[in-house]
C-alpha cells in the first residue's frame, strides 16, 4: 500500500466549478498533514495545514479524518491561477515528510 | 518574506564525477532537509540534519551522498560519484520548529549525461 496515495487525475474543469481532492495515507503515526502545490518543474509551495476540527482560507477547504486516515481539499470558484499539481503531504517524527504523487488541475476558461 | 535559496539552478556533469548542490536555509531555521524529484515522479525524502548530525535518511542516501553544514548558513548535498539515475530536481527545505510546515528552495535541476 501507498504511503501517501491521492486521486490519480488529471481533473479538467471550467472556472468557477467547485473542486475535490481526496488522500488517504497509511502510517497511523503521521503527524502533521499539508497540501502543498507544485506548478510545473518548480518547487512545492505550501497550501495549507490540514487540522482535525478542518479548516479554511478563503476559496480552500481542507478537512483530516485520523480515524480513517483521510485527508479532503476543496476549492470552490476555481480560478485559471488554481492550475497546478496538487500535492497531499504528511510528516512523521523528525519533519520528514511523505508526498502523493499528486493530483494535476487544469481550469479551462 | 525570508526564503530558502538554492544554487546553482541547473548542474551538467558528467557521470562518475562528484558533485555538490548548495542551500542557504532561512536563517533561525533549526531543521534541514534534502529531497529529490525524478522527472514525472513524486517528491521523495533523502536526509534530514539537525544539531549538526544526519537525524534520518532514506534508502536512497547511500554512500555515494553526504551531507554537510560548512559554515552557520550553507547546507550541501554531496554526490561523490554520479550515476545517470541521479538526474532529477533536488529540494532542499527548512523549518523552524518539528511540526511547522516546509519551506523549499526553488530547485536544483540535475542532469548527468
Known amino acids: 500500500r501507498k504511503e501517501v496515495e491521492q486521486d490519480p487525475g488529471p481533473f479538467n474543469v471550467p472556472e468557477g466549478a467547485t473542486v475535490a481532492f481526496n488522500c488517504t495515507y497509511s502510517n497511523s503515526a503521521s503527524q502533521s498533514f499539508f497540501w502543498y502545490r507544485q506548478d510545473c518543474r518548480k518547487e512545492p509551495k505550501l497550501l495549507m495545514s490540514v487540522y482535525s476540527s478542518g479548516n479554511e482560507d478563503g476559496r480552500f477547504t481542507a478537512q483530516l479524518n485520523r480515524a480513517s486516515q483521510y485527508i479532503s481539499l476543496l476549492i470552490r470558484d476555481s480560478k485559471l491561477s488554481d492550475s497546478a499539481t496538487y500535492l497531499c503531504?504528511?510528516?512523521?517524527?523528525?519533519?520528514?515528510?511523505?508526498f502523493g504523487q499528486g493530483t494535476e488541475l487544469s481550469v479551462k476558461p | 518574506e525570508p526564503e530558502v535559496t538554492q544554487t546553482p539552478s541547473h548542474q551538467v556533469t558528467q557521470m562518475g564525477q562528484e558533485v555538490i548542490l548548495r542551500c542557504v536555509p532561512i536563517?533561525?531555521?533549526?531543521?534541514f532537509y534534502w529531497y529529490r524529484q525524478i522527472l514525472g515522479q513524486k517528491v521523495e525524502f533523502l536526509v534530514s540534519?539537525?544539531?549538526?548530525?544526519?537525524?534520518?535518511k532514506s534508502e536512497i542516501f547511500d554512500d555515494q551522498f553526504s551531507v554537510e553544514r560548512p559554515d552557520g548558513s550553507n547546507f550541501t548535498l554531496k554526490i561523490r560519484s554520479t550515476k545517470l539515475e541521479d538526474s532529477a530536481m533536488y529540494f532542499c527545505?527548512?523549518?523552524?520548529?518539528?511540526?511547522?510546515?516546509?519551506?523549499f528552495g526553488d530547485g536544483t535541476r540535475l542532469s548527468i549525461l
Open positions: 527545505a527548512s523549518m523552524e520548529f518539528a511540526v511547522e510546515p516546509q519551506h
Open positions: 536563517s533561525n531555521h533549526l531543521y
Open positions: 503531504v504528511v510528516s512523521l517524527q523528525g519533519g520528514k515528510l511523505i
Open positions: 540534519f539537525y544539531n549538526n548530525e544526519i537525524s534520518e
